[in-house]
C-alpha cells in the first residue's frame, strides 16, 4: 500500500478540524459541498394534492402516493423544466398488500391496497441550502424520525441523478 | 301477454303527468326506487386529498389513486360510522403500467407507475336523491362522458353493498 503523502496528512487532519489556516477558504466549500438532509416533516404534507401513484416490486413491494405542495402541483401543471424553490415532493409509502375482503367481494383474488405505513419520503428544492445534492434536499422518515443510514442517505442524490432531464424527479404527473 | 288492469293505467299515466290522486305517495315511492346514476363529474376533484390508492389485477390491470372532497376526509378522520350527505369520494383509474426508464435506473424490473388514464368513478351521497342505492349515487365517466352500460352502472350498487358495515365503501382511509 502506498504511504500517505504529506499533502494527504494535511487534507485528512483539517478535515476534522478548526480552520485557521490558508486553506480555510477551501475548506468552507468543501463543508459547503456536503450533503444536507432533511430532518424535519414538512407541515400539512397529508393534505397536499395527488402527483401520481406509484408501486415498486422486487425486494420493495411498496406501494406509493406522491403528493405535491403548492409549489410542486403548479411547477408540474405549468411543465415548468425546472422545479422553483420552495418545491416539496412527498413519497407517501406503505406495504402493497393483497386485500382479502375485497378479494372476497370480487370473487377472485385481484385486489391490492395500501397495508401498513413503511416510510416518507420527501424531496425539497431550495438551490442555496441543498448546491451538493442538485438543489434538492433529501429526507427518509421511519415512524416520525429521520434516517440515520449514511449510506441509504448518500445514495438518494446518485439514483435521482439519472433524472437529470427531469430536474431528478422520478415521478411525472397523472393527470 | 296480460291485458294492462284499470290500476296499471292509472299509474301509467301517472307517471307522466301531475300527481294528483290518492295514489300520489305510492308513486313518488315507485319513482325514487329507480336507480339514479351520477351524470357529471363533480368540479375541482382533481385538487381533493387522498384518501388511499388501490391496485386490480385480475383482467383489469388499474391503478387507482383515490381522493376525497373534504366532507369525505372529514368523516374518514373522525371514523364516522356513516359518510354523511355530501360526501363525494373520486376513484382515479390509469393503466398500472410498468416503467422502463424507473426500471433503467433501478437496474432492474420492479416498477410500476400510472399509465394511461382509464376513466374516473364517483361515490356521490345523497341520501334522498339516491335512496334506491344505498344513499350512494355511481357514476363512471371515460373521456369526460357518463356510461351508458346500463348492465356495468347497476352492478355498482350490488358489488358495493357487500361493504355494508363501512357505509358501501370499499376504500380505507391510508394514514
Same mark, same amino acid.
Given at each position: 500500500?502506498?504511504?500517505?503523502?504529506?499533502?494527504?496528512?494535511?487534507?485528512?487532519?483539517?478535515? $476534522?478540524?478548526?480552520?485557521?489556516?490558508?486553506?480555510?477558504?477551501?475548506?468552507?466549500?468543501?463543508?459547503?459541498?456536503?450533503? &444536507?438532509?432533511? %430532518?424535519?416533516?414538512?407541515?400539512?404534507? *397529508? !393534505?397536499?394534492?395527488?402527483?401520481?401513484?406509484?408501486?415498486?416490486?422486487? !425486494?420493495?413491494?411498496?406501494?406509493?402516493?406522491?403528493?405535491?405542495?403548492?409549489?410542486?402541483?403548479?411547477?408540474? *401543471?405549468?411543465?415548468?423544466?425546472?422545479?422553483?424553490?420552495?418545491? &416539496?415532493?412527498?413519497?407517501?409509502?406503505?406495504?402493497?398488500?393483497?386485500?382479502?375482503?375485497?378479494?372476497?367481494?370480487?370473487? *377472485? !383474488?385481484? %385486489?391490492?391496497?395500501?397495508?401498513?405505513?413503511?416510510? &416518507?419520503?420527501?424531496?425539497?428544492? !431550495?438551490?442555496?441550502?441543498?448546491?451538493?445534492?442538485?438543489?434538492? $434536499?433529501?429526507?427518509?422518515?421511519?415512524?416520525?424520525?429521520? %434516517?440515520?443510514?449514511?449510506?441509504?442517505?448518500?445514495?438518494?442524490?446518485?439514483?435521482?441523478?439519472?433524472?437529470?432531464?427531469?430536474?431528478?424527479?422520478?415521478? *411525472?404527473?397523472?393527470?
Amino acid at each position: 500500500m502506498k504511504r500517505l503523502t504529506p499533502w494527504l496528512i494535511v487534507a485528512a487532519t483539517l478535515a $476534522g478540524g478548526v480552520v485557521f489556516t490558508e486553506r480555510a477558504p477551501r475548506h468552507a466549500a468543501a463543508q459547503q459541498a456536503a450533503p &444536507i438532509f432533511v %430532518s424535519e416533516i414538512p407541515s400539512g404534507y *397529508r !393534505d397536499w394534492r395527488l402527483i401520481s401513484v406509484a408501486h415498486e416490486e422486487g !425486494d420493495l413491494h411498496s406501494f406509493a402516493a406522491v403528493l405535491g405542495n403548492d409549489v410542486a402541483i403548479g411547477a408540474y *401543471r405549468e411543465k415548468k423544466p425546472l422545479f422553483p424553490d420552495g418545491t &416539496i415532493i412527498a413519497a407517501l409509502h406503505y406495504r402493497h398488500a393483497p386485500s382479502e375482503e375485497n378479494n372476497k367481494a370480487f370473487g *377472485r !383474488d385481484q %385486489s391490492f391496497v395500501a397495508g401498513l405505513p413503511t416510510n &416518507i419520503q420527501f424531496m425539497i428544492k !431550495d438551490s442555496r441550502k441543498y448546491a451538493a445534492t442538485g438543489g434538492w $434536499g433529501f429526507g427518509h422518515f421511519q415512524d416520525g424520525k429521520p %434516517s440515520t443510514d449514511a449510506a441509504m442517505m448518500n445514495a438518494c442524490f446518485g439514483c435521482h441523478q439519472q433524472m437529470k432531464a427531469r430536474d431528478l424527479v422520478f415521478t *411525472r404527473y397523472a393527470p
